[in-house]
């Protein structure tokens, strides 16, 4: 067969295997088609089908067609992170600072402290979850920082499903969730910083801070149509030059997404534009993801790590929401709804733990463990907070700041 009939075999199995068993059992309520892909991608990666069949996983995923699917992975990524940071409404959050902050920073800040504990806990154990290149407290932040990370993507996703999107609540966990996403990349970029390119890194920071405020003034003097064009080479401009300062190129995708304006862009173009990517190019990403899992240390090592990873993300979360609800008066139980939505992880987390890869931050091993406490984490939201029935099918709009109930 050809390098092209292998690839295209290849994308015929991205696409069908997941859907298919997504669809056969009906697992939407539980675990959206996205969260069903990641898995798909797992299952694909050499831990499992590279275990069971490694002939056909070497004929399959060759270096030309895994060469060929991450230039398409690349692409797609820097798209959906770069349509989440416009879509960053941190003018809103910052209008309702008050209880956003209070909110957004016991949210954040309790899973990080659990989940640097856990990775001194697990650094202690073994040496093989840190990266080669990684300082130790490179490594436990970017680990603390996994567990407190909330997908903005998947949970507006879910928010849809809940039918509270539009409503006070939605609006208020978009709120919230907008604060962490900012701490988490501000965050990450400290994380990333190279102290052997930090003339590059600052040269790159000043220089990203001058050429927005220009591409700013020249965006509201396009029309839509050159916005859209103009925006994309926006971004691969960012992205290029994040990655050649050391810091990442989705870290420069995020960033380019952000200094521009929601409002500047048709929402319901924007909405097409991130269903479709997700639709259409995000599953060749979660199979690179996969392909990057692996279970060298032994899958009941990596199966603890990724326990107490989860442990500390879910737990920090609802300490975290709850502290915050007492503080602010919320009635009893309001915490619970929230903590658990504002504990979806799913494709943040992926971006997040495969830049930490990427670097050398992490290991193969504590990749793996990340990934299966990003899924598992992801799963538990829906059916916890359909259970606690303060958040019907079709919820009514909450009170600002206040119950959930009407």
């Not at 190129?249 to 097409?272: E, H, K, P």
């Not at 603890?304 to 975290?320: P, T, W």
Request: hydrophobic share 55%; charged share 15%; aromatic share 10%.
């Amino acid at each position: 067969m050809s390098i092209t009939e292998i690839y295209l075999l290849a994308m015929m199995m991205i696409f069908a295997v997941p859907y298919l068993v997504w669809r056969l059992l009906n697992s939407d309520n539980v675990a959206p088609l996205v969260v069903v892909q990641i898995v798909g991608g797992v299952l694909l990666g050499p831990g499992v089908l590279g275990a069971a069949y490694p002939g056909y996983h070497a004929f399959v995923f060759s270096p030309q067609v895994t060469l060929a699917l991450n230039g398409i992975a690349w692409w797609a990524v820097m798209v959906f992170v770069w349509i989440a940071g416009v879509e960053l409404d941190l003018r809103q959050a910052w209008r309702h600072r008050g209880e956003s902050l209070v909110v957004a920073g016991m949210a954040l800040v309790t899973p990080l402290l659990l989940g640097v504990g856990v990775a001194l806990v697990l650094l202690g154990w073994q040496s093989d979850w840190i990266g080669p290149r990684a300082h130790t407290w490179q490594f436990v932040t970017g680990v603390g920082m996994g567990c407190a990370v909330t997908a903005l993507p998947i949970l507006v996703l879910f928010l849809e499903k809940l039918g509270v999107l539009r409503s006070t609540l939605g609006q208020r966990l978009l709120r919230y969730a907008s604060f962490d996403d900012l701490a988490i990349w501000g965050v990450l970029a400290l994380i990333l910083l190279d102290w052997e390119r930090i003339g590059r890194q600052g040269l790159f920071l000043c220089g990203f801070g001058i050429a927005a405020w220009l591409v700013r003034r020249v965006m509201v003097r396009l029309q839509e149509g050159d916005r859209w064009y103009a925006s994309l080479t926006w971004l691969l401009a960012c992205s290029f030059l994040s990655d050649w300062a050391g810091l990442h190129y989705m870290v420069g995708a995020f960033l380019a997404g952000v200094v521009l304006d929601a409002g500047w862009f048709d929402r319901a173009r924007m909405d097409a534009l991130r269903e479709q990517v997700l639709f259409a190019f995000m599953p060749v990403f979660f199979l690179s993801t996969g392909l990057k899992t692996t279970w060298t240390v032994g899958a009941e090592t990596v199966f603890v790590a990724a326990g107490l990873l989860m442990a500390a993300s879910v737990a920090g979360k609802l300490l975290g929401v709850g502290l915050a609800g007492r503080m602010l008066g919320w009635p009893r139980g309001d915490a619970r709804v929230i903590g658990w939505l504002l504990q979806t992880k799913g494709l943040i987390e992926l971006i997040f733990a495969n830049i930490l890869l990427d670097k050398q931050i992490i290991s193969n091993q504590m990749f793996t463990a990340m990934l299966l406490m990003a899924i598992g984490s992801t799963m538990l939201a829906l059916p916890m907070v359909r259970n606690s029935h303060l958040v019907p099918a079709r919820a009514p709009a909450a009170i600002p700041g206040g119950p959930l109930r009407e």
